[in-house]
């Protein structure tokens, strides 16, 4: 069966600092991957995509950058935090099993930027 | 651009009725729809799948229609329990697009003892 992992689980960071948040997916080949951001009360927002190794499309401009080192790892990263990049951040992925590209997410990561 | 409305944005009812809740989209050209659920600080929970060429998707009490014609899909909750209390967010994809999702901003759902 699949899993889908993120951590770290919660992340305290000084305005900043940089971030990286890791996602890595078991039990799967040639995922899509995804990055999402949930404000507080808030729907959610995509990030980034990739369909594959090192290709990555960027949804919105922002303070933070991913990459897809591996077929089943993908990094969310940050060089300086802003206040504005607090959230909890989800991971998730799909593949085409019958067409479906169902979506599955991972626990997420809590970010307070402080 | 997809826009996805969900209505309403909270609703609370007493345990053991059905519910109906509403997703709507403005792209009519979808490729899926997807129901999840989400608990208060925790990873989204996929429900039920709709692929453009199905019209609804069951599992347990749980019912989604799909109305692409009109832009609305429903996922209706039989017998509702205090248990399915929850964040319930719908996501479309476009044919256009099809590893892309826009997600409504959910619907509170409180079953109340």
């Known amino acids: 069966s699949q899993t889908i992992h993120q951590w770290p689980a919660t992340l305290v960071q000084p305005v900043g600092s940089p971030l990286s948040l890791e996602c890595t997916v078991e039990?799967?080949?040639?995922?899509?991957l995804y990055w999402y951001r949930q404000a507080a009360g808030r729907g959610l927002q995509l990030l980034f995509y990739?369909?594959?190794?090192?290709?990555i499309s960027s949804e919105v401009p922002q303070n933070l950058s991913a990459s897809r080192p591996q077929d089943r790892q993908f990094i969310l990263s940050s060089k300086k935090l802003l206040l504005s990049d607090s959230g909890f951040y989800l991971c998730?992925?799909?593949?085409?099993?019958?067409?479906?590209?169902?979506?599955?997410f991972g626990p997420g990561t809590r970010l307070t930027v402080t | 651009k997809q826009e996805v409305t969900q209505i309403p944005a909270a609703l609370s009812v007493p345990e053991g009725e059905n519910l109906v809740l509403n997703c709507s989209f403005t792209?009519?050209?979808?490729?899926?729809l997807q129901w999840f659920r989400q608990d208060p600080g925790k990873g989204l929970t996929s429900l039920l799948l709709?692929?453009?060429?199905?019209r609804e998707q069951t599992s347990g009490r749980l019912n989604a229609s799909l109305d692409k014609s009109s832009g609305r899909s429903t996922l209706y909750i039989a017998a509702s329990q205090p248990g399915d209390s929850a964040t319930y967010l719908c996501?479309?994809?476009?044919?256009?697009?099809?590893?892309?999702?826009?997600f409504g901003s959910g619907t509170k759902l409180n079953v109340k003892p």
């Open positions: 998730a992925w799909s593949v085409g099993y019958a067409g479906s590209y169902e979506q599955y």
């Open positions: 709709i692929q453009s060429s199905q």
């Open positions: 792209d009519s050209a979808i490729y899926n």
């Open positions: 996501a479309v994809s476009r044919v256009n697009n099809f590893n892309k999702f826009y």
């Open positions: 990739s369909v594959g190794i090192g290709q």
């Open positions: 039990g799967t080949s040639n995922p899509n």
